[in-house]
Antibody, heavy 121, light 106 residues
Framework: QVQLVESGGGVVQPGRSLRLSCAAS????????MHWVRQAPGKGLEWVAV????????YYADSVRGRFTISRDNSKNTLYLQMNSLRAEDTAVYYC??????????????WGQGTLVTVSS | EIVMTQSPATLSVSPGERATLSCRAS??????LAWYQQKPGQAPRLLIY???TRATGISARLSGSGSGTEFTLTISSLQSEDFAVYYC????????FGQGTKLEIK
């Protein structure tokens, strides 16, 4: 079965960086686009970024463009999110999620359990 | 940006009854609309895609309808496991979620 396991969350000061990882198993990772979606405490879901199956295309929400970078290593079945210049408003649970297509377009069909990022001094 | 608006914010329904949740898009998203369920402390789970197609393993008590800008998720004969927060998401132009509807026990 599809498993997505995030790691790398924690407490970080404003302006600092953090890298999240997502280990994927149970499907052919290199064939599917992958997303990051976040959820601030007590709030709704916010899409963050998507990468195509081969990593050749990445797209970002306006709120993170220029600060966050999504990438993947298909040899390791792992998705990453490099987060720079972090702000208090980036505090959220970050979910790794599998797209149903190779481009990453379309709906999300599986989600990880999430990792909490807290930006605070 | 396409804005997704869900109504009501909270819906109180008794077990065994039917719940109807609404989602409106600020512009047409064709049928590129998904519904997700989220329970406290858990990740979201895909319920419906393509506005009306149930995901694998999803009960036939759940049904989705609509196209363009107006969409509905209907849950018949509510059971205890159905009480949760429900989100709609458009994927016609990038990706945006509604703010969620909390379905609670009356």
């Amino acid at each position: 079965q599809v498993q997505l396991v995030e790691s790398g969350g924690g407490v970080v000061q404003p302006g600092r960086s953090l890298r999240l990882s997502c280990a994927a198993s149970g499907f052919t990772f290199r064939n599917y686009g992958m997303h990051w979606v976040r959820q601030a405490p007590g709030k709704g879901l916010e899409w963050v970024a998507v990468t195509s199956h081969d990593g050749s295309n990445q797209y970002y929400a306006d709120s993170v463009r220029g600060r966050f970078t999504i990438s993947r290593d298909n040899s390791k079945n792992t998705l990453y999110l490099q987060m720079n210049s972090l702000r208090a408003e980036d505090t959220a649970v970050y979910y790794c999620a599998k797209g149903h297509s190779s481009s990453g377009g379309g709906y999300i069909d599986y989600w990880g359990q999430g990792t909490l990022v807290t930006v605070s001094s | 940006e396409i804005v997704m608006t869900q109504s009501p914010a909270t819906l109180s329904v008794s077990p065994g009854e039917r719940a109807t949740l609404s989602c409106r898009a600020s512009e047409s998203v064709n049928n590129n609309l998904a519904w997700y369920q989220q329970k406290p402390g858990q990740a979201p789970r895909l319920l419906i895609y393509g506005a009306s197609t149930r995901a694998t393993g999803i009960s036939a008590r759940l049904s989705g309808s609509g196209s363009g800008t107006e969409f509905t998720l209907t849950i018949s004969s509510l059971q205890s496991e159905d009480f949760a927060v429900y989100y709609c998401q458009q994927y016609n132009y990038w990706y945006t979620f509604g703010q969620g509807t909390k379905l609670e026990i009356k």
